[in-house]
């Protein structure tokens, strides 16, 4: 694997463990688009450009120049010079003149991996190829990367803009990477939905046109997601060619699928250009945040795989991503706003007897709010609810043998706080226009840095004030209003981006001040899920959905790019708050296993029979947490297709180990067993089978359940790997809906 520039065709060779990227320079200038696909390893490969064929060739024929820019697959394509598909880049000069043409310069080979400045992206040994290609009329240089790691099949891009005119230029879009290729028989895969129901994937028929997902709320948002895979339309889990994209970035996206006239596909992403725009100054650099591209031909799951492991080796930087994290119990829907330190206390004095490891405390605590519209930005503490203050409670909660955690929301700011009356204008704001409240708060203007200073000194003055190992940073509304008091008029363009760069200015700086924190992102549950935040959180809460059985939806379409050690996920009380299900509370602790598990409830007041499930439940959690965080997870079967079950599997790296979660979330009437068709396993090896929470079930057994007896009869058999992959593991049928097995398979030595 590496890359090579062949001289002679004019060809870059990238080339990864399983696939190959070609790239060629057609007529002299022009920088094509050959081949993404597994490996080829034939650096004659150039004619797929299909240059031979066209009589339109500029160098040949001028006249028809426009048929030419139209139909060739441009690695970069750019606005207003005869490519009417999508374009990558659209740039104004200073008399308001549109259009832009890239001619090849130069390359270089660089043996390492380039960050990029003020954003998150992969790095590691790796090596990265960048061309720059230059538009000479107005004197804007763009140099195009493509990094690879040595490990990964994973393809990393991204586009910086130099200005090397005398004028300013004015940038109106700059999307960061683009795939042109034919129109095989693909479908479009996308992850969609709305708050409480993150990340629901949805498959679709790529007709002609432009189809995809966006967002322009300011953050990666509930509704759509920044991912985009074209696949092949029988390809499932294990089969078919996939093409995916994801973009490291947490603030607006486009991400888009176009079948031409000519029956070419182009796939982009990058910044969504409405209401976008950067000026840049003559010398001036303007870099666009990474995607990640990724080509399975092994289904979907193949193209998990190269996410996961790309993200756990080359984005994720925290101390905590290879160790077990504190088993916390959070107090948002053990008390909302409701709660003092008496109670927070009892909480911790319960938890502690369970084997819970953290307690946090939620919303809530500071200023005067006891209600979600007030406060955000006073972060003071709130005396009359911490008596005593923050410290004497992080030393009690301490003194009760557990490690303490932190909310905050430190982008915003409510109309009824003293920051408000005291700084009006760091609000965002439209002048002369009443402000869109939403959650009954505004958006802090974090374009400006005194703004970003206040917003970081807020939350490391609590941290330096008390033992604190955790904080759950929160985001609870969509960016609207989007005007800065600070920015003059050229420059509004850049408030969305310049808010981006705002919050990993501060998350960044708050890791420097405070290596060993434990970082969650979150946003109103999980609308700020994405590969960015990662960067600095090993963990982010997936939903403020917890229903396991909405959760199962939820956590599939999240694992099908990020690792389940990334998705934050807790046991809650019943009936479900957002859903009003009940369901069994060994099921809720099942389906928060595949995360990165904790409680949230009033473990004083939850029932004993569920209190007593929690021991055994955390002994779980540390006998599998290793294998559930770093082994290769594997669908098995989805409740959105079967209507029926759900099923999961985690493989240790070597392949010695699995753990296979099952949840019948329906009972099917006259029906005794299923098969579950495992995968990841050596086929030559044998597995002895241990069946979890074996109490449960000997206790229905007792009670005359067959179903409870023939499970427990699975217990301690002896398996190939070729067995329960081709001829599957039979699972019976069990009493009730929602009700869920762990099966562990460690391989006989
Ligand atoms: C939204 C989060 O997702 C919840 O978990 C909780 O922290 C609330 N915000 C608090 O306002």
Redesign the pocket.
């Known amino acids: 694997m590496g890359i090579w520039f062949h001289k002679e065709e004019q060809l870059f060779q990238i080339i990864t463990p399983n696939t190959e990227y070609c790239i060629q320079i057609a007529d002299q200038r022009y920088v094509g688009h050959v081949y993404y696909g597994k490996r080829l390893e034939d650096p004659r490969c150039g004619y797929l450009l299909r240059t031979g064929e066209q009589p339109f060739t500029p160098s040949v024929n001028q006249r028809e120049k426009g048929m030419f820019m139209d139909n060739f697959p441009f690695e970069y394509p750019t606005y207003g010079v005869g490519d009417y598909r999508e374009s990558c880049l659209n740039v104004r000069t200073k008399k308001g003149y549109r259009g832009c043409e890239l001619a090849y310069e130069d390359y270089r080979i660089l043996e390492n991996k380039p960050g990029l400045p003020g954003l998150p992206a992969t790095f590691g040994k790796g090596q990265t190829l960048e061309i720059r290609c230059k538009d000479s009329v107005i004197g804007l240089a763009v140099i195009l990367r493509y990094s690879i790691f040595d490990d990964s099949d994973a393809i990393i891009r991204s586009v910086s803009l130099e200005n090397e005119s005398q004028q300013p230029l004015y940038v109106e879009k700059v999307l960061s990477a683009c795939l042109d290729m034919d129109a095989e028989e693909f479908e479009l895969l996308t992850l969609n939905g709305s708050w409480a129901r993150e990340r629901c994937m949805e498959r679709s028929p790529l007709s002609y046109g432009k189809h995809g997902v966006s967002s322009v709320r300011g953050e990666s948002s509930h509704q759509e997601h920044p991912f985009l895979a074209v696949m092949e339309r029988r390809g499932d889990q294990d089969r078919g060619q996939v093409y995916a994209m994801n973009f490291v970035y947490s603030g607006n996206f486009l991400a888009q699928a176009e079948k031409s006239q000519f029956n070419s596909l182009r796939m982009v992403m990058g910044i969504h250009p409405e209401g976008f725009e950067w000026v840049l100054e003559p010398g001036g650099c303007f870099t666009a945040p990474e995607i990640v591209c990724v080509y399975s031909n092994q289904g979907l799951g193949g193209m998990s795989h190269i996410f996961h492991d790309l993200y756990r080796n080359h984005l994720i930087r925290s101390p905590y991503l290879h160790t077990k994290r504190p088993v916390l119990i959070?107090n948002?829907e053990a008390t909302y706003f409701d709660f003092d330190s008496d109670k927070l206390l009892s909480i911790a004095k319960e938890a502690k007897k369970s084997g819970i490891e953290m307690l946090v405390m939620?919303?809530g605590w500071f200023g005067h709010r006891n209600h979600?519209d007030s406060s955000l930005g006073d972060w003071q503490v709130n005396e009359e609810k911490l008596k005593g203050g923050l410290k004497s409670l992080v030393d009690n909660v301490r003194a009760e043998g557990l490690l303490f955690g932190i909310?905050f929301?430190p982008e915003m700011i409510s109309p009824d706080s003293k920051l408000y009356n005291d700084h009006p204008d760091w609000a965002f704001q439209l002048p002369g226009r009443e402000g869109t409240l939403s959650r009954a708060q505004y958006v802090l203007d974090l374009s400006r840095q005194e703004v970003v200073d206040y917003a970081y000194e807020s939350v490391a003055s609590i941290l330096r004030s008390a033992d604190i190992s955790y904080v759950?940073w929160?985001m609870?509304r969509q960016l609207s209003d989007v005007g800065s008091l600070y920015l003059d008029s050229t420059r509004q363009g850049e408030c969305f981006h310049r808010y981006v760069l705002g919050v990993y200015q501060l998350q960044e700086r708050l890791l420097q001040e405070f290596p060993d924190l434990l970082l969650e992102n979150?946003?109103?549950?999980g609308a700020r899920f994405d590969p960015g935040m990662l960067y600095y959180s090993p963990q982010i809460?997936c939903s403020?959905d917890m229903d396991p059985v909405e959760r199962l939806t939820i956590q599939e379409g999240t694992a099908l790019i990020y690792p389940l050690g990334t998705i934050g996920a807790h046991v809650c009380d019943c009936p479900n708050h957002t859903t009003g299900r009940t369901t069994p509370f060994a099921t809720r602790g099942h389906v928060a296993l595949a995360g990165t598990f904790g409680y949230e409830l009033d473990i004083t007041r939850i029932s004993k029979e569920d209190r007593e499930q929690i021991p055994g439940q955390i002994q779980l959690y540390h006998k599998y947490q290793p294998l559930i965080r770093e082994g290769d997870y594997y669908r098995i079967g989805s409740w959105r297709e079967t209507n029926r079950y759900d099923c999961w599997q985690v493989v240790s790296k070597d392949q010695k180990e699995a753990l296979i979660t099952y949840v019948q979330v329906l009972a099917e009437p006259n029906y005794h067993s299923r098969k579950l068709y495992l995968k990841g396993l050596n086929p030559q090896a044998e597995y002895r089978l241990e069946i979890e929470d074996k109490d449960a079930l000997e206790k229905k057994s007792a009670q005359g359940k067959g179903y409870a007896a023939c499970l427990l009869q699975l217990d301690g058999q002896v398996y190939s790997g070729r067995l329960l992959m081709q001829g599957g593991l039979l699972v019976q049928r069990m009493d009730g809906d929602f009700q869920s097995l762990l099966f562990h398979l460690v391989q006989n030595s």
């Not at 979150?522 to 549950?525: A, E, L, P, Q």
């Open positions: 959070n948002w939620d919303d979600d909310w929301e759950k929160d609870n979150c946003s109103g549950g809460w403020d």
